[in-house]
Every structure is written in structure tokens, then in C-alpha cells.
């Protein structure tokens, strides 16, 4: 083991340098006086400590002090940490929030009083949506995990609580609107049919377009575009989302003649009551027979619906949707209830109808004469593609062949060749 203090050249104050056994490099201290045998004893009492340490009997320094500090000033430090990081704005205050909350319905105070005791208690009282319960779990988790990635912190001590399973009990369950609906609704839109058609037509969220500026918005290129910085799109992710020909008309008829680049596209958004006013206005219910909602989210459900009603293939439509996971586009923003299962089913071939008699024994037993059998070789059946609906088929998919399995020989050998 190394130990000793020392002082630069030209200082007054003395500092310590040691090195346990198996450590890799030395730990250099600051001592903080100029009395070389007060220099010595402060080291040989740092030294003990970290040997304490070492060998677990001891709590670390570091520990120590976060068990004393308050939890508001670890929370403080945290999202701080957050934004420095780059998160978004609102995702920070949302966690600072739900943190605090619980910091102070559960008083807690510092970091010894988290239980999971307390935590179940004061879930077990709560009247929230499973799924906003299990974001005030994950909110205090990424504080105390944070914690113990600095070391100031053993270990989460809400890692043995479960997340609320969320299957089933949604409470906020959004439907599609179907087409008629969603026709009334631009018929009634006024001022606001604009951005209507655009959320119906390119599934941006109200937030993203709320912050549309012009100087984002491509009209007079061959295939027209919307572009959304990494610090907007939810994923922080730089996006570019094509526009449909009724959005780049309508864009470019509400578009100022001294737009500019920074100036916003929608200034004026509907706020939820005017949503209300028109889909009362529109003869649409704001609730369906099964509980759900049409809001203003709810346009976003009705743009991936009607990409998977007219076919569009999942991986498709997640980069549409810019979706990280295929559950989150077909389980969560599908419209199940508008998907063509009752026409599907009616076009699905049957086995009622009889195949023809198999050839004769006779003339498979001479497959090379010419007499023929008055039977019938076996009728092959082929399943066809399921035609997209009148009006809606993109280029390219209405005379679109299945993948159909055939062989082939090759050079004496069976090959299954995918034509």
C-alpha cells in the first residue's frame, strides 16, 4: 500500500496520495492545511475509511451524504440532469410533477423512507388509469435509478413493486372515425378544415401542429413534404412526411403570400371545447356504444385504420405512423371495428364444392399412352388476393400476383422456387 502527503512546489497546504492493495491507480486528496502532522493523521483517517469501504463494513461516502440530502434536491438535480440530456421540455415537467406528488402524499422526505410499502399504499387509494399509475412508478424509478447509476445509492428500493397490468383497463380508449364521420367533421371545421385534413391525411399529433412553421413546409417540390425537426417528433427523431394531394391543395390555399419561414401554419388551433362544439355540430358522438372517444387524437387512429383498410403493409405503416414497434401501430392505433373482416370472410374460399374424379388406375399405370382416360386430372386451387376497395387502390396493387409455391427441375435435383 501506498500512502504518504506532499505539497506542490510553491504551496503552503499539503495534500495525500494512497493506494489500497488491488487498486489500479492511486487516489489523490486534497488535504486543505499546512500542518504536515494534521496533513498526516487526516489522511491515515481517509485512508481507514476507504479501507472500510473496501471491505463493505463501511457505508460509502458518497451514500452517506445522499442519505442526508433532501429529496426535492435530488429530484432538482435529476431533471436537471434531464434537460442537459436533451429531453423534451414536457416530458420533464411531467416527471419533476408526478415525483413531487408522490414525495409529498407519501412523506418522503429523504431517500430511507421510499418503501415499497408506502408506495402500494398510496396506489392502492388512487382512482387513476392503470397505465398513469405505472407512470408515477416510472417517474420516481428514474430518480432512484439515476441514483444508484452515481453511486449514491445500493439500490432501488421499489424494484420488487409491479407495474400495473394495463390490459383491459384503459380509460381513455379512442375509436376511428369512419368516413362519412369524418367528412361532417371537415364540412363543419370552418377556419380549422385545414388542420382537420391535415391530421386526417398525415397523422401529426395536435402538438406537432401547433409548432408547424412554414419554413418546415415543402409545397412546390415533385412529391410535396412536411419536415419535422428531431426536437418536435416525439421520437427526437428528424422526420419527413409526405403530404396527400388534398392536404398540399389545401396548405397552399391558406398559405399568406408574405409567409414567413418562421411564421406558424395553424396560429389559431381548436382547443377541446371547439372540438366538442363541432362534432356536436357534425351529428358525431363524442362517446360510441363500446365507450370510446373521438377527440382530437382520434384522427390519428382514423389515419392508420384507413392505411390498413386499404391494405398498406404494417411495416409501412409504422414509418407513417413513426412508430418504434408494429404492436403500438396494429394493437393500439388500429380501429379493429372498421377492419373488412365480414367482407374478407365472405370472399375466403369454402370446401363444400367436390373435386373431380382422380385419373384412372389404367393410365397412371402408363403414364406415356396416348389413349386417354374420360376422367378429369384434380383441380387445382388457387386463392386470389382480395381486391382493395373501389376508388382507393394505390398504383401498383391492384394487379399485384400471390406468392405462389411451385417446382422446378434443376441439374436432376427438386428445387422449391418462390415465384
Known amino acids: 500500500m501506498i500512502c504518504y502527503v506532499y505539497r506542490q512546489e510553491g504551496s503552503k497546504v499539503w495534500r495525500g496520495r494512497y493506494r489500497l492493495d488491488g487498486d489500479v491507480l492511486p487516489t489523490d486528496v486534497a488535504l486543505r492545511v499546512s500542518d504536515k502532522q494534521v496533513a498526516e493523521e487526516k489522511l491515515r483517517k481517509l485512508v481507514r475509511e476507504a479501507e472500510r469501504e473496501a471491505a463493505g463494513i463501511a457505508v460509502p461516502k458518497t451514500q452517506r451524504h445522499a442519505a442526508q440530502k433532501p429529496l426535492l434536491d435530488h429530484l432538482a438535480d435529476y431533471t436537471a440532469d434531464l ?17 413531487t406528488r408522490l414525495m409529498t402524499e407519501c412523506n418522503w422526505r429523504v431517500l430511507k423512507d421510499i418503501t415499497p410499502e408506502t408506495f ?12 398513469t399509475l405505472n407512470d408515477y412508478l416510472y ?8 441514483l444508484v447509476a452515481n453511486k449514491q445509492l445500493p439500490a432501488n428500493p421499489l424494484e420488487p413493486v409491479s407495474a400495473v397490468d394495463t390490459r383491459g383497463k384503459e380509460k381513455r380508449k379512442r375509436r376511428a372515425y369512419k368516413d362519412d364521420e369524418a367528412r361532417k367533421l371537415l364540412a ?12 386526417l391525411l398525415t397523422g401529426l399529433r395536435r402538438g406537432e401542429l401547433a409548432s408547424l412553421i412554414w419554413g418546415w413546409v415543402h409545397l412546390n417540390t415533385e412529391k410535396p413534404f412536411i419536415f419535422i425537426p428531431a426536437d418536435v417528433d416525439k421520437g427526437r427523431k428528424e422526420q419527413k412526411i409526405w403530404l396527400h394531394r388534398e392536404v398540399t391543395g389545401a396548405l397552399l390555399a391558406i398559405r399568406p403570400t408574405n409567409a414567413a419561414p418562421t411564421d406558424l401554419v395553424f396560429p389559431n388551433m381548436p382547443r377541446m371545447e371547439h372540438h366538442h362544439a363541432m362534432s356536436a355540430a357534425a351529428g358525431i358522438p363524442y362517446m360510441d356504444e363500446m365507450g370510446r372517444q373521438a377527440d382530437f387524437h382520434a384522427l390519428r387512429h382514423t389515419f392508420n385504420t384507413n392505411l390498413a383498410r386499404h ?6 405503416r409504422m414509418e407513417l405512423m413513426r412508430h418504434k414497434t408494429a404492436r403500438m401501430t396494429s394493437d393500439v392505433y388500429t ?35 396416348t389413349v386417354h382416360s374420360d376422367s378429369q ?43
Open 83 to 99: 434537460t442537459s440530456l436533451g429531453r423534451d421540455d414536457e416530458y420533464v415537467y411531467i416527471v419533476e410533477h408526478q415525483a
Open 120 to 131: 402500494r399504499t398510496w396506489r392502492n387509494q388512487q382512482t387513476h388509469a392503470a397505465k
Open 139 to 146: 417517474a420516481i424509478c428514474g430518480l432512484l435509478n439515476w
Open 188 to 199: 363543419v371545421a370552418g377556419g380549422w378544415r385545414a388542420v382537420y385534413l391535415t391530421a
Open 311 to 316: 391494405g398498406t403493409p404494417e411495416r409501412v
Open 335 to 369: 380501429d379493429i371495428s372498421q377492419l373488412p373482416t365480414a367482407l374478407t370472410m365472405e370472399r375466403l374460399p369454402g370446401f363444400a364444392e367436390p373435386l373431380s374424379k382422380p385419373p384412372s388406375h389404367r393410365a397412371s399405370q402408363n403414364p406415356d399412352t
Open 377 to 419: 386430372p384434380v383441380t387445382e386451387l388457387v386463392f386470389l388476393p382480395f381486391p382493395q376497395p373501389a376508388g382507393d387502390q394505390q398504383e401498383g396493387h391492384g394487379g399485384a400476383r400471390p406468392d405462389t409455391v411451385g417446382q422446378k427441375s434443376e441439374d436432376g435435383c427438386r428445387a422449391r422456387i418462390r415465384t
